[in-house]
């Protein structure tokens, strides 16, 4: 029983309100206190791959060479763009003269079969096969050269809002 006395002993004597346990979560503020403080927000932004010189010379100061560190690897990564553009552009070109190539055979080889189907007396067949290689093959010119022009508007708009 004296233990059971005990713990009792050590229990608070009364129950806090949530009014007294809000106000040690959340205190009031004494009269000579300010309730906000002013502060100040900075906001920069730029587009440019790399920062303007002022923000070049405070990365300098927090870890001198930096500045030159961030030129250097702009220089790669432009080297390494440019590098990268040319073999697009070579393999594209490669592309496009393996197609032509392809393309100037399968259609010699449809019009000697139709030159062939005209010989053996078959002129109808001969006739399809050679007005659908020629209707295919100026189709194809057409719309890849409708592609090429389209191309080539989208880069001039999307170097058109560059300069904006």
């Not at 309100?17 to 309730?35: F, M, R, V």
């Not at 930096?66 to 552009?89: D, G």
């Not at 007396?121 to 295919?136: D, R």
């Not at 719309?143 to 080539?152: D, I, M, N, P, T």
């Amino acid at each position: 029983m004296s233990r059971h006395k005990k713990r009792q002993a050590n229990l608070p004597q009364k129950t806090p309100t949530p009014g007294e346990i809000s106000g040690l979560y959340n205190p009031k503020p004494q009269k000579d206190q300010q309730l906000e403080k002013p502060f100040k927000m900075i906001s920069q932004r730029w587009s440019a791959p790399l920062p303007p010189p002022d923000e070049l010379k405070k990365y300098d100061i927090i870890i001198p060479g930096m500045a030159e560190r961030l030129l250097i690897q702009f220089e790669k990564q432009s080297n390494h763009r440019i590098e990268m553009e040319k073999e697009v552009i070579i393999s594209r070109s490669a592309n496009m003269k393996r197609g032509q190539v392809f393309a100037f055979i399968i259609a010699l080889a449809f019009l000697c079969g139709s030159l062939y189907c005209g010989i053996i007396g078959q002129p109808k067949l001969g006739g399809i096969l050679g007005g659908t290689t020629i209707v295919g093959l100026v189709s194809a010119f057409c719309y890849g050269s409708y592609l090429q022009k389209e191309e080539r508007r989208q880069k001039n708009k999307g170097m058109e809002t560059d300069k904006d």
